[in-house]
């Protein structure tokens, strides 16, 4: 049973740094596009309001088909992406080449999320999940990194060539080794789906993942820019600085999948808490090798943890439509990452880039005041 669990989890690899390799790139991107790097970071936005606005609905639909098909078909339309962005002659066509992924990326994380608790049942959610979540954690320690550290050597666009050629490696892989899965006798409606979000209560989980992931992304989306202006490193530094923060991402991804698991409200405002010290320490830190190195290190923790608790929550909210609820957490959270990007975009040409980690911080303060309100609801379930 651990089989289906590892290779998902290496395809989750391929798919999410499909999303966020181009972090690292933004400046690269910016300088070869003839574009500002606030207008390359709505690449950015534009991926994740398509997933926010699509993901929901395409999950509902495709949860009828075969799970192995489906995931070899995202793995291949990735691949296809990748190598149109590794061509991109302007920005246009980068952005076409980042809609596509966008459209499979909610498809597949929902649905193998799903797969993997029902391989080890609900009350090891969260540990099955850090499993599958584990190789998003691996996007950002070697993904992002390595893609920047790419970059920096060959140029971005071998970047999304290599990862291209990953994507269709992992594809023949998952068709290879992943045993079909039996579907459901009885497959819940969509109409049934889409009723849960009738609850307030699924409502203000729905608006928690929004407000975290707006306050991450509104400094993570420029970091790499942050590094290369304000603390004057190269490519090379920040391939390296970026790689660290996603390695610290290892604990946190532990830490988190056992800490939902006895209280998802608890948890997201603990790693709440800790992630505004680290966001708010890291541009007074910047020239201080130990004091960069604690905050990023602080903020890599929580970031990691938040992306499972996050999505671990919501599933735990409705668990008549685990997969469903999974969608929402991440049309939510995708809806964040681009409202984050914009205003991290704003803040960058009207307060500057040392202003980004508080704007930040607001963001993140207001999940927890809202956390702390969902608690005191009457929950749907002792989960809830």
Known sequence: MLLPILLLSAAGFTVLTTEFIIVGLLPSIARDLEVSVP???????????TVAAFGPFLTAYFARFERK???????????????LAALAPNIGVMAVARLIPALGLPVFWALASET???????????????????????????????????????????????????????ALLLFIYLPKTELHKQQ?????????????????????????????FTAYTYLADILERLAGFNGTVVGWCLMGFGAVGLLGNSLGG??????????????????????????????????????????????????????????????????????????????????GAMVGGRVIDTLGLG??????????????????????????????
């Open 39 to 49: 207008q390359a970071g709505l690449l950015v936005t534009l991926f994740a309001f």
């Open 188 to 216: 819940v409606s969509l109409g049934s789906q889409f009723k849960i979000l009738r609850s307030p209560l699924m409502q203000g989980h729905v608006l928690l993942s929004i407000l975290v992931f707006s306050g991450m």
């Open 258 to 339: 056992r800490a939902v698991d006895r209280h998802p409200l608890m948890a997201s405002m603990v790693f709440c808490a800790f992630m505004i010290g680290g966001m708010v320490a890291l541009v007074p830190a910047i020239h201080s090798t130990l004091g960069l190195a604690a905050a990023m290190g602080i903020w890599g923790v929580t970031q990691a943890a938040l992306f499972l608790v996050s999505h671990v929550r919501l599933m735990k909210a409705a668990p008549e439509a685990p997969a469903f609820a999974a969608s929402l957490n991440i049309a939510g959270a995708n809806l964040g990452i681009g409202l």
């Open 69 to 83: 098909r489906l995931f070899v078909t995202v793995l291949v339309m990735f691949g296809l992406a990748n190598t």
């Open 116 to 170: 993997a608790v029902g391989i080890v049942g609900p009350d090891y959610a969260g540990r099955a999940i850090a499993k599958i979540g584990f190789g998003i954690v691996c996007a950002t320690v070697f993904g992002i990194p390595v893609g920047t550290l790419i970059s920096d050597a060959f140029g971005w666009r071998s970047a999304f060539a290599i990862l291209a050629v990953v994507a269709f490696a992992k």
């Open 355 to 384: 202003s980004l980690g508080f704007a930040a911080a607001g963001f993140i303060l207001v999940s927890i005041v809202l956390a702390l309100l969902l608690m005191g609801a009457k929950p749907r379930s002792a989960c809830a």
